[in-house]
C-alpha cells in the first residue's frame, strides 16, 4: 500500500514528486512509457514565460510567474541549464500596437515584473535580425530558456535519492475506487494507494473519467518544430514571439540553452493523442510565420523537424486540486506555459497533500543534486586531470556534441539511469548534433550492451518495440570464436580511444 501515487512522468508529475520527497510518505511514481520526460515534456519550445499571456486571476497566471520566479533557484539547487534571456512580442502594423498596451497591462497585474514597450528604433536596435516590418514589441526580461530533459530528469533524480519510486513501462489501465484506498489495474499488475495524483498529460481525461462523475476533456494539440544547426544560433538572442492569438502564442524563434535556433510550434487540434508525425503542411506554415517576423530566417540550416502534444483543455486552464472523488488529484490540463509553471506546480499539489494527509518533513532531505560532468565546462588543465584518473573522458562517442564515454557512463549508472538511445540523448546530448546520431548510434549501442549486459537486439531507441538490431547477419559458431570477435573488437577501441585521447591533448 503506498500513500500516493503519481501517474506520469512528465514535468509536473517529477515536479510533484520532488516537493512530495521532503516529507515522510511512500510516494510512487508510474510511468507508461521506459523513462520520464518521454511525452509533453520532451518536445516543447523549451521557453519560461514571464507570465504576461495568461488571463489575470487565473491559476495558470499565478503559476507561470511563480514557477518563473522559482526556476533560477531550482537550477542552481539541481544543477540543469537556465538563462533569463529575455522575450519580446512584437508588432508588425501600426493599428495593432494597442494589443502590445494590453499584454503589458495584464502582465502587470499578474506580478511580472520589468515590462517595457519599445519603439521600433529600440527594438531593432536590440534584435537587428527583426523585420522591417516590426514597428514596436514588449519587451520581458523576465523571460527564459531551459533544457526541458534537464529540468524533468533533475527533478525525477532528486525525487528518487529522496525515496521516491518509478516504475516505468507501468500503463495503468484502469481505476478502482475503494473504500479508503484505490486499486491501479496496470499492465505489470494492481497498485493499491490511499492517494492518486492524475498528471498524465495528454492522457489526464481519460484517467479521470474512470473514477469521477464531472468528466473533462483534453485535446491534443499538435505542434511542429524545427531545429537549426548551432552555426546560426546567435541569429537572435532574445525570443522572439508575434503578438498572440486565441490558438497561442504563436510561431517564436528562440536561442535555444545549448545553442542552437528553434522555430515553432504549430497549434493543430488533432484527435491521435499519439500523433506526433510532422506534417509538409505545418513545417511550411511555420517557416512563413516565422519568415514575417525576421529577415532572411537561416530555415535551410534545419538540421530536425519534430513535434510535441500540448493537453488543451477547453477552458484554457489548468486543472489542479481535489476532483469530486475523495483523494484523486488533478494535474490536468497542463499545457503552455507548463514548463514554465512546473516548479510552483510541484510545490502547489505537495502543499495540498501535505495539509490533507498531515505529513511530517524529513530532516535528511537532499535538496541539491549533481548533474551529469560534461568536460567542456573545464578548464584545459582540469579536463587533462579528468582524462587522467578516468580515461573514459578522453574517448569522444559523439562529434557533433563532444560528448565523451565518461559522460554516457555517468548518464547510465545514476539514479534513474539511461536504458536506451534516447535515455543517453537526453542526459548528454549524444545525437543531438548535426549529424542526428548518424555517427554515434553504434559505439552508444556498444556501451549499453557492456554496462547494462544487454544483446544488442534488446537495446530500442526509446523502449517498447523500438529496438534497432533486429538480426545476425553472420552467426558465431564457438564460444571461442565469439570471444575471439570481442578481443579484436576491444583491441580496436583500444587504438581509437588511444587516438582521440591523443587528439584532445
Do not use: W
Request: proline residues 4%; glycine residues 8%; hydrophobic residues 35%.
Amino acid at each position: 500500500m503506498y500513500d500516493i501515487v503519481i501517474i506520469g512522468a512528465g514535468v509536473s508529475g517529477c515536479a510533484i514528486a520532488r516537493d512530495l520527497s521532503r516529507y515522510r510518505a511512500k510516494v510512487l511514481v508510474v510511468e507508461k512509457e521506459e523513462d520520464v520526460c518521454c511525452g509533453t515534456s520532451k518536445a516543447n519550445s523549451a521557453i519560461v514565460h514571464a507570465g504576461f499571456d495568461a488571463a489575470t486571476g487565473s491559476l495558470m497566471a499565478k503559476m507561470n510567474v511563480e514557477g518563473n520566479r522559482l526556476m533560477e533557484q531550482l537550477s542552481i539547487d539541481l544543477d540543469f541549464p537556465f538563462r533569463r534571456n529575455g522575450s519580446l512580442v512584437v508588432c508588425t502594423n501600426e493599428e495593432d500596437l494597442p494589443g502590445l498596451q494590453q499584454l503589458y497591462d495584464r502582465g502587470m497585474a499578474n506580478g511580472v515584473p520589468e515590462l517595457q514597450i519599445l519603439n521600433k528604433e529600440e527594438v531593432h536596435e536590440m534584435e537587428p535580425n527583426l523585420s522591417d516590418r516590426v514597428v514596436g514589441a514588449l519587451y520581458a526580461p523576465t523571460g527564459g530558456i531551459v533544457c526541458p530533459f534537464g529540468l524533468t530528469i533533475a527533478l525525477a533524480e532528486n525525487a528518487n535519492v529522496n525515496g521516491v519510486e518509478f516504475r516505468f513501462q507501468t500503463k495503468v489501465e484502469g481505476i478502482k475506487k475503494k473504500l479508503t484506498s484505490f486499486v491501479l489495474h496496470t499492465n505489470q499488475g494492481d497498485i493499491k494507494t490511499r492517494y492518486v495524483v492524475n498528471a498524465a498529460g495528454v492522457y489526464a481525461d481519460v484517467l479521470h473519467n474512470m473514477v469521477c462523475r464531472k468528466k473533462i476533456t483534453i485535446v491534443p494539440r499538435r505542434g511542429d518544430y524545427c531545429l537549426l544547426d548551432k552555426n546560426v544560433g546567435s541569429y537572435v538572442d532574445k525570443t522572439i514571439f508575434p503578438q498572440p492569438t486565441k490558438m497561442g502564442k504563436g510561431v517564436l524563434v528562440s536561442p535555444t540553452i545549448h545553442g542552437n535556433l528553434i522555430v515553432g510550434p504549430t497549434a493543430i487540434d488533432i484527435e491521435d493523442k499519439e500523433g506526433t508525425n510532422t506534417t509538409r503542411e505545418g513545417l511550411d506554415d511555420l517557416i512563413a510565420k516565422a519568415s514575417a517576423t525576421l529577415k532572411d530566417l537561416p530555415i535551410r540550416q534545419v538540421i530536425t523537424s519534430f513535434s510535441g502534444l500540448r493537453a488543451h483543455e477547453a477552458g484554457h486552464e489548468f486543472i489542479i486540486g481535489e476532483t469530486d472523488v475523495k483523494h484523486f488529484i488533478d494535474c490536468a490540463g497542463i499545457e503552455s506555459p507548463g514548463l514554465s509553471s512546473a516548479p510552483a506546480i510541484g510545490v502547489m499539489v505537495a502543499d495540498l497533500l501535505q495539509k490533507k494527509m498531515h505529513l511530517e518533513p524529513k530532516e535528511d532531505f537532499i535538496r541539491t543534486r549533481k548533474g551529469v560532468l560534461h568536460p567542456e565546462t573545464l578548464s584545459m588543465e582540469e579536463r587533462n586531470v579528468l582524462i587522467k584518473e578516468k580515461p573514459a573522458y578522453g574517448n569522444i562517442i559523439c562529434r557533433c556534441e563532444s560528448v565523451t564515454e565518461g559522460e554516457i557512463l555517468d548518464a547510465i549508472h545514476r539514479p534513474l539511469g539511461a536504458k536506451s538511445l534516447d535515455g543517453v540523448k537526453r542526459r548528454t546530448r549524444a545525437g543531438m548534433g548535426r549529424c542526428q546520431a548518424g555517427f554515434c548510434s553504434p559505439k552508444v549501442m556498444e556501451i549499453l550492451k557492456r554496462e547494462l549486459h544487454m544483446d544488442m537486439e534488446q537495446i530500442t531507441k526509446s523502449g517498447g518495440t523500438s529496438t534497432i538490431v533486429v538480426g545476425r547477419s553472420k552467426k558465431v559458431d564457438s564460444i571461442e570464436d565469439e570471444a575471439s570477435v570481442e578481443d579484436r573488437s576491444n583491441e580496436r577501441k583500444k587504438r581509437i580511444s588511444r587516438r582521440e585521447k591523443h587528439a584532445i591533448l
